[in-house]
């Protein structure tokens, strides 16, 4: 294991709503459901590695599985993943994050904004947040250009901002459609490679991916992998990571 290099494990705890995009139709009971039950899924790799992770948590899904985000939070971070995964407000920025703070009985001290939607960092910075990690460096069509961005660590406003990690050159990005999509092998392979030349390696997928989500109406490549096959995925990528660098909440490498 390398000490000085760090691997940034994340995952948004949220509703699962992603149907709602594509027009399908599913209750909020639904879409809790699937959200806890891949939650669940991912604990089992977590704990045999004994590797801390930092939980994006809409307020909302804490508020219904209270015990479950209380039980985390003694070995992850809890953060914040504002209010509701499908609506905001600017007040959701400090309401999510007492309500956050009051289950988990910790300190929440990051954000990531649903579907990495911009955000002032002068409203993070007054909801009282440390770091926010909104940003995908990169140009995904339909959704986002940030090419014009830092790839690394850099502060705006007083806040400390966290891109979810690129590959330096091309900056093909290392998130959740990638992991599910491109063959291990290069996924590995660019994932170290950012590792060595950053320090640190910042993903992000989410629970209810590595829960069976192939009954719904959405796009192949967002289901491609997932369930058993996607869990066992994860599993493999922390056996090879953990030989690359050490296993950190961001708020523990932010300080």
């Given at each position: ?24 139709q599913i ?21 045999e ?8 948590t ?13 039980a985390?939070?003694k ?44 955000i ?9 947040y440390?770091y ?59 994932a ?14 989410h ?5 069976d989500i ?35 909440t ?6």
């Amino acid at each position: 294991m390398k000490k000085d290099r760090f691997i940034l494990l994340s995952f948004d705890v949220e509703e699962f709503d992603m149907p709602l995009e594509y027009g399908e139709q599913i209750s909020l009971d639904e879409q809790l459901t699937i959200g806890h039950r891949g939650t669940e899924a991912i604990i089992p790799t977590l704990e045999e590695h004994k590797i801390n992770a930092t939980l994006f948590t809409t307020a909302n899904y804490a508020m219904h599985f209270p015990q479950q985000i209380k039980a985390l939070a003694k070995q992850h971070e809890i953060a914040s993943h504002t209010f509701y995964h499908s609506s905001f407000k600017e007040e959701d920025l400090l309401l999510s994050k007492q309500k956050l703070e009051e289950i988990s009985e910790t300190s929440v001290t990051g954000l990531r904004m649903p579907r990495m939607k911009k955000i002032d960092m002068a409203d993070v910075k007054n909801a009282g947040y440390d770091y926010d990690s909104s940003i995908n460096p990169t140009f995904l069509p339909g959704r986002y250009n940030n090419l014009h961005l830092s790839r690394t660590l850099y502060i705006e406003d007083g806040v400390k901002r966290l891109p979810a990690s690129v590959s330096p050159h091309l900056r093909i990005p290392l998130f959740w459609l990638a992991f599910k999509n491109l063959p291990y092998f290069i996924f590995k392979k660019m994932a170290i490679q950012t590792l060595k030349k950053d320090g640190y390696l910042c993903l992000y997928f989410h629970p209810w991916e590595f829960a069976d989500i192939n009954k719904y109406k959405l796009p192949g490549y967002t289901k491609k992998l997932c369930g058993l096959p996607l869990q066992k995925r994860l599993h493999q990528l922390v056996i090879d990571l953990k030989n690359e660098g050490e296993f950190a909440t961001i708020q523990s490498y932010l300080k």
